[in-house]
């Protein structure tokens, strides 16, 4: 693993949440480099509670529930205990966008203008981006009714709410049946009150790219290709990869937004070459512990930025670096339709470094690092083979109270004053 910055102070940093899987790596990446980590969850069980890094963990109000109730406990804890960084990794940056002419004074925040934010964020805001910056799309339809969306539709293609993230609001559209099933469920849950998004089906191999920026200048770059998915459109095994057109693009697009801390952006790699095709973002930094390992300390990049400085462009990471998360695996297989002695096999694969795991490194448990992080990970391994059709009910545990929905985005906007 790389070193941290030469000029080096431990600072004290309270992060947004603890559930997610990219808090889970920043945790590891943080407490190697000998910082003080504080982190604020509604979950009593949270990820990253299992860490000997973690100084302490406050259960705080569920923000997609109580926006303000998690603002407020938030601003309390920093009022009351300095902090150096407030690190929201993952949609509390929604709310601290929003908000944050109230942090500043109290902490290091590295957030662009809100209305940057709330374009990337939603689906359709980030595909307009797209469409300005004339950058590759598959082909793209925005609705706002159910007979929109029937007569745009051409199969195959892929339905997106404006909101959701880890593969929520998406669905895969292939025959009647499925189309049916996808105006179902956006008529129950928001009744097309959102955009919604219609984009043809492009085959290649997934991949992701995220990136440190500091007033809309690119200074870190890291690329990924996912060689196997886990649960929730998630990647089980990655690979690091080196894509110039890419990093050209995503500088692009942070200049157009003037962009201030992390973005990531998802694409399509076709077999033929024809791509990338951009297909999501992320205003956020997506499990950072890849990069990491390839030789690119974009947490670190960033928590310079949050303090307000402007550090050097980073050199870019190795390709090739073959990294996995094996709760990622584990949920993979099982959610597949794999047996319990599939599942055993894919625990003695990772055990052994064997298989699709052969010369790979865990990235999200580090149990030879952590030795706490192994309890989530023994607990998944072991309700899977109790049970392998537990791996849905498992996986949506991460779909929990520090994720936005379209009534909390609603919430912010319209009751959360910027400024106290």
């Not at 007979?147 to 880890?166: F, N, Q």
């Not at 492009?202 to 809309?216: D, L, M, N, W």
Request: charged share 25%; hydrophobic share 45%; net charge positive.
């Amino acid at each position: 693993m790389m070193a941290s910055r030469t000029h080096f102070r431990p600072l004290r940093i309270l992060l947004s949440e603890g559930n997610s899987t990219s808090a889970r790596e920043a945790v590891t990446m943080l407490g190697l480099a000998g910082h003080h980590i504080e982190i604020c969850d509604p979950a009593r069980f949270g990820l990253a509670r299992f860490s000997r890094f973690v100084a302490k963990y406050h259960r705080c109000p569920p923000m997609r529930n109580d926006p303000a109730g998690f603002l407020r406990f938030a601003e309390q804890l920093l009022e009351k205990q300095r902090f150096d960084v407030l690190l929201p990794i993952h949609e509390q940056g929604y709310l601290f966008a929003k908000v944050q002419g109230r942090l500043v004074d109290r902490t290091g925040l590295a957030l662009p203008a809100f209305e940057s934010y709330r374009t990337v964020h939603g689906k359709a805001g980030f595909s307009r981006v797209l469409e300005t910056l004339s950058l590759p799309q598959p082909p793209t339809r925005i609705v706002t009714s159910a007979a929109e969306l029937r007569a745009a539709v051409r199969y195959p293609c892929v339905v997106k709410t404006a909101i959701g993230t880890a593969s929520r609001g998406v669905w895969m559209v292939r025959e009647a049946i499925d189309l049916n099933r996808a105006v179902q469920e956006i008529e129950a849950v928001d009744g097309f009150a959102g955009e919604v998004l219609v984009q043809a089906l492009v085959a290649g191999a997934t991949e992701k790219a995220q990136a440190i920026f500091h007033r809309g200048e690119l200074l870190g770059f890291h690329a990924y290709r996912q060689i196997a998915e886990g649960a929730g459109g998630g990647d089980a095994i990655k690979q690091s990869v080196r894509r110039d057109r890419v990093r050209a693009d995503l500088a692009l697009i942070g200049r157009h937004l003037d962009w201030h801390g992390a973005l990531s952006i998802d694409f399509i790699m076709p077999e033929d070459g024809s791509g990338p095709f951009y297909i999501d973002a992320n205003p956020r930094l997506v499990e950072p512990m890849t990069a990491y390992l390839a030789g690119v300390d974009l947490v670190d990049l960033l928590l310079q930025v949050s303090l307000g400085e402007r550090p050097p462009v980073a050199p870019d990471g190795r390709d090739g670096i073959v990294t996995h998360q094996a709760m990622q695996a584990l949920l993979g297989v099982a959610l597949r339709g794999g047996t319990r002695r599939d599942v055993l096999r894919t625990c003695r694969d990772l055990l052994r470094h064997r298989g699709a795991y052969t010369g790979s490194v865990e990235e999200l448990t580090p149990v030879r690092l952590d030795g706490l992080s192994a309890v989530p990970l023994a607990i998944t391994a072991l309700l899977l083979l109790a049970s392998p059709k537990s791996a849905r009910r498992l996986a949506q545990r991460g779909w929990g109270d520090h994720l936005l929905d379209a009534s909390c985005i609603r919430i912010i906007e319209r009751d959360i004053p910027s400024s106290s």
